[in-house]
């Protein structure tokens, strides 16, 4: 499993910023998508599920936060990282209550964001499994439960 | 002695004098009265004797016959006359002596009836003449001499008179001391009184009245005073308001202009974090692709210069996010503690700083300072700082205080001074500013406006206090149990 590629769906408005990361990511073995707002990201997300979603909060149309929200509806097993340059320690809370996985602040450390995208990862997995476990022993509703957590 | 006696007895003084002086002048007319009926009388008296004896003449030498007549006249009205002065006479001569003379006169009388009978006695009329000297003797005896009581008189009249001149003048002059006094006695207080009003409706209030005494003016002068006191009570407690006010208002205002330079900051850190992400992200990059390039010229140079950027991004990310959190609305984590032992706590961390430096740091902990709720780490943080600014601020060898205590119930103290050079007058109001710092360009100038946040946050007050010359001293109120 932890060989399998990253998939990374980077959602920001600013595109200098977020073109260069994608790059930069990808230069360390993650598999990159770049959508420039919330609208986007969530038709992505509907398509194809991405592993880890690394999402600015303050963009025009769908904010942020709105997108966690619905992703986390859509997609409970997607892991989000918010990564902004905006950001209070209200929204770090809040994030974190509608299941965001982590809440960084721009400008980061690309390695600290690789750390927390593959920490990310294998909490995604580990969840799946789990859940794959409790299926597997007839326990749907612990199984469903697990995956709904965050909601 | 109320102002009614006061008064009363200004009147009763001259009542006195008047009925006084009337007695004096009624016993002083009745002597001179009676001096003058007795003289009046006993001038009759000489009188009549004297005609008596015109009279007698006319018969004895030339037998007059109507003389008789004239003679019975002048006898009735000489014992009449006597008989007036009865008492008198007695007094002078004693009752024998006037039996006598009342006797005489009967023999006289007599005497001269024989005679008018029969004119040619010689033996009676030798006995007549005899009789009547010694008759007009007595009458001398007594009466006679009473000519001179008007000059007497005369005398007792004058003296009486400078007397009641000399009486009335004194009178007069002792009337006017006592009245005088007694008008004084009342005016003067009363006077002063006014003067006090005038004082306190000047502003001072801090005249009291020293009149002492029973009367109405003492007790009012008593009255003022206690008035006096409430007003001056009145206006401490309301100076201490003001002041109180003055003081609450310059926190608000401080605050406030804190708050505000807060929120300007974070809205300037939030702006350029986002160009900041891209310049960090743009070097990185570039970092990147050197990195796994082949070797080329200068590559180690571009990678140096490439690491500067970064750094230099770094030290923005510092700032912002230094900025970002003063505006930060963390929960604090509240937990009872001692005060003290954090204190002492930041002592030990700073223990090998102090060392360097050979700072003695005294501190003054009172044993029975009750525990408080707060944030213990953001307390630790805030207390770090400031020690830290000390320790930069002293000299080699220099000293730091810490010390706690309460400021009322509900309030702990940690008083931070150190005797370093201080901060000039101007500029410790700046203190809690963001950017500002008094260390050039080692300081950030975020350190006490980020405490002064955190410590605001905690419910409490950071203040400093400072002069050139002669250290800083800080202070941080903390509630005892701040409810957030």
């Excluded at chain 1, 918010?82 to 209200?90: A, P, S």
């Excluded at chain 2, 030498?61 to 003679?71: H, M, P």
């Excluded at chain 2, 980020?450 to 206090?465: D, F, N, Q, R, W």
Aim: aromatic share 6%; charged share 30%; glycine share 8%.
């Amino acid at each position: 499993m932890s060989k399998k590629e990253i998939k990374v769906l980077l959602v920001d408005d600013e595109v200098e910023f977020v073109d260069t990361l994608g790059q930069r990511l990808k230069m360390r073995g993650l598999k990159v998508d770049i959508v420039y707002d919330g609208e986007q990201a969530l038709s992505f997300v509907k398509k194809t599920a991405p592993d880890v979603i690394v999402l600015d909060l303050k963009m025009p149309g769908l904010d942020g936060m709105e997108v966690l929200r619905e992703v986390k509806k859509l997609k409970p097993d997607v892991q989000v990282i918010i990564l902004t340059g905006h950001g209070t320690d209200k929204d770090d809370e809040q994030a974190r209550k509608l299941g965001g996985f982590d809440f960084i602040r721009k400008p980061a450390d690309i390695d600290l964001l690789v750390v927390k995208i593959k920490e990310a990862f294998s909490e995604k997995i580990e969840r799946a499994m789990t859940a794959i476990t409790f299926a597997e022993a007839g326990v749907f509703e612990t199984a469903e439960r697990i995956i709904k957590k965050d909601e | 002695m109320k102002i009614k006696n006061k008064l009363l007895v200004g009147f009763g003084f001259y009542t006195l004098l008047a009925v006084a002086m009337g007695c004096f002048m009624y016993l002083e007319l009745h002597t001179i009265i009676s001096r003058l009926a007795y003289v009046k009388s006993a001038d009759d008296i000489v009188n009549n004797a004297l005609e008596t004896r015109r009279y007698e003449k006319n018969l004895l030498l030339f037998n007059d016959k109507g003389a008789i007549n004239e003679l019975d006249h002048y006898i009735t009205l000489l014992r009449k006359n006597i008989g007036v002065l009865k008492k008198e006479i007695v007094k002078k001569i004693g009752a024998q002596e006037f039996a006598k003379l009342s006797g005489q006169i009967d023999e006289y009388e007599q005497s001269i009836h024989a005679i008018a009978r029969n004119p040619a006695d010689k033996g009676l009329i030798e006995k007549v003449r005899i009789i009547a000297r010694e008759i007009q003797a007595t009458i001398d005896a007594v009466a006679g001499g009473e000519r001179a009581s008007i000059d007497y008189l005369l005398a007792h009249l004058n003296r009486s008179m400078i007397l009641l001149l000399f009486t009335i003048a004194a009178f007069i002059i002792a009337g006017a001391i006592i009245n005088m006094k007694l008008a004084a006695s009342i005016s003067n207080p009363i006077r002063d009184l006014e003067e006090a009003t005038k004082r306190v409706g000047g502003g001072d209030l801090s005249w009291r009245s020293e009149l002492t005494g029973r009367d109405e003016i003492a007790s009012l002068g008593m009255s003022f005073n206690r008035m006096q006191e409430r007003l001056s009570a009145a206006r401490q407690s309301l100076e201490l308001a003001i002041t109180e006010l003055h003081e609450k208002q310059e926190q608000l205002l401080e605050s406030e202009k804190l708050a505000s330079l807060g929120r300007i900051a974070a809205g300037v850190a939030h702006e350029i974090n986002n160009p900041l992400a891209i310049v960090n992200e743009k070097a990185g990059l570039m970092q990147d692709i050197i990195g796994i390039s082949d070797e080329f010229q200068n590559k180690d140079k571009f990678m140096s210069l490439i690491q500067g950027i970064v750094a230099s991004v770094d030290r923005c990310r510092a700032i912002t996010h230094h900025l970002l959190g003063y505006a930060r609305p963390t929960e604090s984590v509240m937990e009872t503690m001692s005060l003290n032992d954090v204190l002492a706590d930041v002592k030990g961390f700073l223990h090998k700083e102090l060392e360097d430096k050979r700072i003695a740091m005294e501190t003054n902990f009172p044993v029975d300072l009750p525990q408080i709720r707060s944030d213990k780490g953001q307390l630790e943080q805030v207390v770090l700082n400031i020690v830290r600014n000390a320790i930069e601020a002293v000299s080699e060898g220099g000293h730091i205080n810490i010390s706690s205590g309460m400021k009322d119930s509900k309030t702990a103290l940690i008083s931070i001074a150190d005797d370093g050079p201080g901060i000039p007058q101007d500029k410790v109001k700046h203190l809690f500013e963001p950017f500002f710092t008094t260390k050039g360009k080692k300081g950030t100038g975020l350190g006490l406006f980020v405490s002064y946040g955190i410590v605001k946050k905690l419910g409490g007050m950071i203040t400093a206090e400072s002069k050139s010359g002669r250290g800083t001293t800080f202070t941080i109120q903390i509630p005892v149990d701040f409810r957030q």
